[in-house]
Structure formats: structure tokens, C-alpha cells
């Protein structure tokens, strides 16, 4: 019964993403997303990445390969999906295993020009399934809501910065209860580049309130107006880091 259980949501999910996905208008898609770049969140984009992380940890290495992409259903609901498949030795020895599918609403209710700032508002909620197998090292072995909001500044010069709050709450499974403090910024660099900063500082409720802080680095391309190319470096943070340091790379596709 319970790998039935398992087994009948992420296929939900996906089905919904891929109804979803057709549904959205490309024509409104490129309309929205002139300017935007789809490494911020809150960007009205269209957008399908595959991408690949490396993790160091003090127990051994994850490798994390997933599917990352978003489309507008229209133009106030943004909907964006993950699927991630683990490759990890941190039992000892390797396994693979699907790890969790993602799947993401934002809705954004208002934005506009305060002086010589943009904003947009945003409130959304991640669904999430883990696919993991504990006994491989795999998964966070809970299914979780996370409600979340923040706003997208655009100021002088192209600059964007994306403060988020999330809450994380599991509904099966473990009990996962976890606060998010999320700040991006992003700019945009000469030669159709741009460099990204995400920190990001979750509070474990249920372990101490731990604190497994971490950040990313991204630099990126524009190949052409449909391909971007991009990099990550990733680390951990203070005494309760997930993973040591990370490095990682993503091939973005743009609609």
C-alpha cells in the first residue's frame, strides 16, 4: 500500500506539469520574459533547464542531476517544476535513485514602479513529493508543503533583488518543520552574461533549530536568444552546513 501511496502523486504532478506546459502560450511566454532572466525565480519566463551539482560532504558526495523549468498559465500564475535523480556514496557506497519532484505555483497580485525601483509581489506554495529510498541515502523521507512570498526590486543599472520567506511543512512521512530566509541578487554583466548570488537560511524547528545555511554563486550566458549556458559554485555555511562546497552546470532553454 505504501509504495502504491508513493508511487500515484509524483505521477499526478507530472501529468498536471505536462498539461500545464502545453496549455501555456509561448506567444505570451516571449512577451513577458523580454528582459527577464530566468535564474530569478520571480521572473515571468518560459524556461526549461537540465542541470547537474556536485556536493561535497564530510560522509561522501552527491551528484544531482534534475530538470528545472517554468511557464506562464497566464499572466499572473507562474508555474514551475523539478525532478531529481541522485547518484551518492554517503551510505558507504553508490547509489542511484529518483530523489523528489517539485512542483511550484507563484502567483503574483501586483507590481509596478516605486520611484525609481520595480517590484513584483509574489505568494506561492512548492509541493513536494520525495521519491527517495532512506536506506540508499536518498531523499529527505517526508512529503512537504511549503507556502512561501517575497518581491522581485529591480533597481538602476538592471540590478534585481528577490527577499523570500518559506515555510516548510511535511504532511507524510518525517516531520519536517523548517523556516527559509532566501535573499537573491542578480546582475547583469557586458556580453550578454549575468552573475547571481543566492543565500539562503533555513531554521530546523525539529532538530535543534539548526541552521544548515548555504550559497551559490551562478555566472551565466545568453548564447542565443533560446540557449543560455551557466556555472555553479556552491557552499556550506556555519556549523550545521548540509555539504562542504558544491560545483555545478546548467543548460537553459528559453521559449
Not at 54 to 68: A, K, R, S
Not at 127 to 144: A, M, N, R, T, Y
Not at 156 to 164: A, D, F, R, T
Request: net charge negative; with cysteine; aromatic share 12%.
Amino acid at each position: 500500500m505504501k509504495f502504491s501511496f508513493k508511487l500515484r502523486y509524483p505521477l499526478v504532478i507530472i501529468c498536471i506539469c505536462i498539461l500545464f506546459f502545453y496549455l501555456g502560450s509561448s506567444a505570451l511566454a516571449a512577451e513577458e520574459s523580454e528582459g527577464e532572466n530566468a535564474s530569478n525565480p520571480l521572473a515571468k519566463v518560459k524556461n526549461t533547464d537540465l542541470r547537474w551539482q556536485y556536493l561535497d560532504m564530510d560522509t561522501g558526495h552527491v551528484n544531482d542531476f534534475f530538470i528545472d523549468g517554468a511557464f506562464m498559465a497566464n499572466d499572473k500564475l507562474k508555474i514551475k517544476y523539478e525532478l531529481h535523480y541522485w547518484e551518492t556514496d554517503i551510505t558507504g557506497h553508490s547509489e542511484n535513485n529518483l530523489e523528489s519532484v517539485t512542483l511550484k505555483g507563484i502567483y503574483f497580485p501586483t507590481d509596478g514602479v516605486w520611484g525609481d525601483i520595480k517590484y513584483r509581489l509574489a505568494i506561492g506554495l512548492d509541493w513536494i513529493v520525495d521519491l527517495g529510498d532512506q536506506e540508499k541515502g536518498i531523499g529527505s523521507g517526508s512529503d512537504q508543503l511549503a507556502p512561501f512570498g517575497g518581491v522581485a526590486l529591480t533597481l538602476k543599472g538592471g540590478v534585481s533583488l528577490i527577499p523570500l520567506i518559506q515555510q516548510f511543512l511535511s504532511y507524510s512521512g518525517e516531520d519536517v518543520n523548517t523556516t527559509a530566509f532566501r535573499l537573491i541578487a542578480m546582475k547583469p554583466l557586458p556580453g550578454q552574461m549575468w552573475v547571481k548570488l543566492d543565500a539562503k537560511i533555513p531554521i530546523d524547528w525539529e532538530n535543534d533549530n539548526a541552521i544548515p545555511a548555504t550559497a551559490e554563486l551562478q555566472l551565466g550566458k545568453t548564447i542565443t536568444k533560446n540557449i543560455g549556458l551557466y556555472v555553479d559554485g556552491l557552499v556550506g555555511l556555519g556549523g550545521d552546513k548540509p555539504y562542504d562546497w558544491g560545483i555545478g552546470t546548467g543548460l537553459r532553454f528559453i521559449y
